[in-house]
């Protein structure tokens, strides 16, 4: 039976649900960076992907962090409760790297003084540009209860993933979450939506600051694959039949 596609993005395709208020979230390989100016392909990610989102947003469940993920379906799908999604990305910074870095002139792995909280707009054509809690209300992107909401639930993400990282011996240096608004039986509530993986996080190995993340391959580093597989590793939630399950279907020769 053939799904309706209901939305692509770089990363991942949306599906219709198997029952009303579901949708199908299917992982891909292919990457992009700089707002889609680099394209690739990280075979192996998909699946990976779909293994450390389940593994975190149930651990961030369990903490009281509501969250759209319902289940995992397979290799490279799981279910999610369907959301309006808020078109602002909450980023949490706790060491400077990447744009913040390149704004302030900061050294990269320099850690700040507390936790910064920025927002940016969801949209490609503008470049995902930097915006303000003025901007965000006053365009109607998101009310000011909540941007409270995101708020506390994005520090709540940051206090428990920073320990949880860090038992495994990973630093949380920033990430990306999205929200949507939930709504069941009249009331609305918000909940993390969308993904956490190393395509969202800046994560780097606590003894020598590698960076296993995404940032291999914006900057070229090489060992991708590996990056990603390691945090899986750590986290305990590598696919049993290992990195040779990765690459997908094979063409019969």
Sequence with gaps: MRRRRIYEGKAKVLFEGPEPGTLVQYFKDDATAFNA????????????????????MLKLEEVGV????????????????????????????????????????LEEGTRLPRSIVEYYLKNDELGDPLVTEEHITAFGWAATQDIDDMLQ????VNDFLSGLFLGVGLKLVDFKVEFG?????????????????????????VQTNEKLDKDRFRRDLGNVEQAYQEVARRLGVLPEAGPMDLKGPKAMQ
């Design 153 to 156: 639930l994005a520090l709540r």
């Design 181 to 205: 608004r939930l709504w069941e039986d009249e009331q609305m509530r918000i909940v993390l939506a969308d993904e956490i993986s190393p395509d969202s996080c800046r994560i780097w190995d």
């Design 66 to 105: 509501p969250t759209h993920f319902v289940r995992r379906l397979n290799m490279r799908e799981q279910l999610i409760r369907e959301v309006e999604i808020i078109p602002i990305e909450v980023v949490v910074r706790n060491v400077a790297a990447g744009s913040l870095a390149q704004r302030f002139k």
């Design 37 to 56: 100016q680099k394209k690739g392909v990280i075979t192996g990610k998909g699946v990976l992907n779909n293994r450390i989102s389940e593994y975190l």
